[in-house]
Each structure stands twice: as C-alpha cells, then as structure tokens.
C-alpha cells in the first residue's frame, strides 16, 4: 500500500507532466498560427509582386518604379485586356507611361475629310486620359478611321474613336473596337446641369467603371446623359462641321440598341494630334 507521501508525490508529477504538454501544446498552436500568417503574407507579396510585373513588362520598362509620382504628374492606371478578350477590332500599340504630367493645356486637333475640329484639354483635370489620348495620337492610331455613330434624338451626339472603322461601306463590328487597354474615368461632371452642354467633347466607355478606352464623342447640342463619360476637353472649333453631320441624318443602323445610326454625311479622320502641354 502506498503511502499518503508518495500518492502526493505521484499526483504532483503528473501535473507537472500536465503543465507541460499544456505549454506545449500552447507552442505548437502558436507555432502553426505564425506559419500561416508568413504564408499569408508571401501570397500577398507574390500577388502585388505579379502586379507590379504585368504593369511593368506591358509597359516597357525594365524594372518597376517605386517612386512617388513627381510634382505635376499622376501615377495612372492604364489596364490591359486579357489576350482572350480582345477581338479583330481591338488594335494593340503597347501601354503608355503610368506617370502622365498634370499640368498644361494641350490642342487637340483632328482633321477630317470636311476640315479640321479642334478641342482644349486641361490636363490638371484628365492627366491619364489626355495621357492615353497623347500616346494613341503619337502611334497614329485613329488616322484613317471614320466616325461610326450619329444621334439626333435626345443625347445629340457624333462618336467616333474606332480604329478598325476604315473603309467603303460599314460593317457590324464597327464601334467595337479600341486599344488593348482600359483606364478609369475622370472629370466626371456630377454637379453639372446638363453634365454634357453643346460642345463637349468626352469618352464612351461600356457604362462599366473602367471601361474608357480610345472611343470619344462630340456633344454639338445639350446632351441629358448620366454623368459616368469623361469629360476630355471642349470644342474650340468645328463644331459647325459637326451639325452639319448631324442635319444630313443617320441611317438608323443602332436604333434598336444603343440609339442613332451610321451618319449619312461620312466623317473620316484623317489624321489627329495632341500639341504639347501649354502653360
């Protein structure tokens, strides 16, 4: 029979041996939550590392630049389509810079078969989008393209900015097309009334956040559209060239989708450039 001595001592080992596997067990639970906090965080460092990649390697540069934007730039997102979701129409010339200057008033200037319209952009309002718009000029990416879409009714607008529109005669992908990129909108004229008055020229986008792309559209009468187009410039002139357009009509080839039609009278862009930034 044991004594009441060694039963004690018997019970003290076996809390000590208790305490022990408790403590361990403790460190274990520690140990695994540790780890999976480190895997955690290379996931993210690896995602934010491929993003910095694609950026970089779609933009031309040789390594990814960590640098704030400099005084009187903005760092711009400028998005490329996955390869598989870009059909015939899209025309891909690389991306430009992500860092686009904020400062300046730049001309833009198209010259068309019926003359020449021209527009005012601030760049202290659109850096990014005059930036793209600026790139796609430098590549002669609209040269050649027709403006495919007129309306008369309500939204009185002439869109142009398809780079596949070339050509006799029109075809049903016209309007599809644009640059293997995307970028957000800016300038939004929420707190305007209309937010598009006669004489604005902005972006079309797919009514999707981040959908711009080279496709604009000239407003030559008050326009009651939502607010969600950015707003690149205004017309300084040409705008008569432009309602002339609108007089001759349309053929009425979108009326039952997104309204209007291909005009009558053909608008084709010969060629379009951007002066450098002024002031």
């Not at 361990?24 to 910095?52: P, Y």
């Not at 559209?225 to 349309?250: Q, R």
């Not at 309204?259 to 002024?278: A, C, F, R, W, Y």
Request: aromatic share 6%; with cysteine.
């Amino acid at each position: 029979m044991t004594s009441t001595r060694e039963r004690q001592q018997a019970a003290a080992r076996r809390a000590r041996l208790e305490k022990e596997m408790a403590e361990r067990a403790a460190k274990a639970r520690k140990r695994r939550q540790t780890t999976a906090i480190i895997s955690a965080g290379a996931a993210l460092v690896l995602v934010v590392a491929g993003t910095v990649w694609l950026a970089v390697s779609l933009g031309g540069d040789d390594k990814p630049d960590t640098t704030a934007a400099a005084p009187g730039a903005s760092e711009c997102a400028y998005n490329a389509l996955p390869t598989e979701q870009r059909p015939p129409q899209i025309k891909d010339v690389g991306l430009p810079s992500n860092e686009q200057s904020s400062t300046g008033v730049q001309t833009m200037t198209i010259d068309t078969n019926l003359g020449p319209i021209t527009a005012k952009v601030d760049r202290s309002l659109v850096p990014c989008t005059a930036g793209s718009f600026t790139y796609l000029a430098e590549k002669n990416f609209f040269d050649n393209s027709k403006c495919h879409r007129l309306v008369t009714e309500g939204i009185k607008v002439l869109q142009c900015g398809d780079p596949s529109a070339t050509g006799n005669g029109w075809r049903p992908t016209d309007g599809q097309g644009g640059p293997s990129y995307r970028l957000p909108e800016e300038n939004l004229p929420t707190d305007k009334r209309p937010p598009y008055p006669e004489g604005v020229i902005a972006m079309a986008n797919s009514g999707q956040p981040g959908s711009t792309g080279s496709q604009f559209f000239i407003v030559y009468g008050d326009s009651p559209l939502d607010p969600a187009y950015t707003v690149l410039g205004s017309i300084t002139g040409g705008l008569d060239l432009v309602k002339d357009v609108a007089k001759a009509g349309d053929d009425g080839a979108f009326a039952q989708q997104a309204g209007g039609g291909h005009p009558k009278k053909e608008v084709i862009i010969k060629d379009l450039t951007m002066s450098n930034p002024q002031g």
